[in-house]
């Protein structure tokens, strides 16, 4: 019997989990351009990290399983306040119905409300937007897959070693790993893609109401 899968890899990261990998895999099918975990902020509910960090749309993404708790959305406002980029959150578990990605959502809370938007209604923007080059990659990142059965031995062999490390050797070995793949990814001059486009719009709109409610 295999032990529990602890590393998850994707585009040269080790991700915590392979919802990550899923939504970095549709990220990178609309063509956003995102880092990984590059910054840790102090909550009123101690450190938090963020997942992801869209650096062309100016915003973070938390990706979940179940629906954010609210411990969870307290930690996204007080990282928006440090840092001054709104926190959403990508959760759920996309699958295939009748040619559409269902259960998934994505989010964002405020304590006025939220904004969301499901993967099926982000899947009909792609192929409004986007060719169907670019929907079906969209499709076939979002569907939920199933460890294969057969796996490298050097991929279990590296799993064994990083959990017999300590949580801040490990932090620092995944740190080691993952700054210069997003050093590459900041150094990156091009125009913001579509996708991105709309994300920053969002993430003014988020911004200039948030400033209005502090000034208020």
Not at 142 to 147: A, D, F, N, P, S
Request: hydrophobic share 40%; proline share 4%; glycine share 8%.
């Amino acid at each position: 019997m295999r032990d529990k899968q602890t590393i998850f890899r994707h585009g040269g990261y080790e991700m915590r989990s392979h919802s990550e990998t899923r939504w970095a895999a549709m990220m990178d099918a609309m063509r956003v351009t995102w880092v990984y975990e590059p910054q840790t902020v102090t909550t009123r509910h101690g450190w938090y990290m963020p997942d992801f960090f869209l650096p062309f749309a100016g915003v973070f993404l938390e990706v979940k399983g179940p629906v954010p708790s609210q411990i969870e959305r307290e930690k996204a406002l007080d990282a928006q306040q440090v840092t001054g980029f709104p926190v959403i959150f990508a959760y759920g578990r996309p699958e295939m119905l009748g040619g559409e990605l269902f259960h998934g959502m994505v989010s964002y809370f405020s304590e006025r409300g939220e904004v969301s938007y499901s993967t099926a209604e982000i899947g009909a923007a792609v192929r409004r937007w986007f060719d169907l080059h670019t929907y079906a990659a969209y499709l076939a990142a979002g569907e939920h897959q199933r460890r294969p059965d057969c796996v490298q031995v050097g991929e279990i062999l590296a799993e064994v070693v990083t959990g017999l490390l300590s949580r801040q050797d490990r932090e620092e070995y995944l740190k080691g790993i993952h700054r210069p793949i997003n050093e590459s990814k900041r150094a990156q001059h091009r125009q913001a893609s579509q996708a991105e486009w709309v994300l920053s719009e969002l993430s003014q709109k988020i911004t200039q109401c948030w400033n209005a409610r502090e000034a208020a």
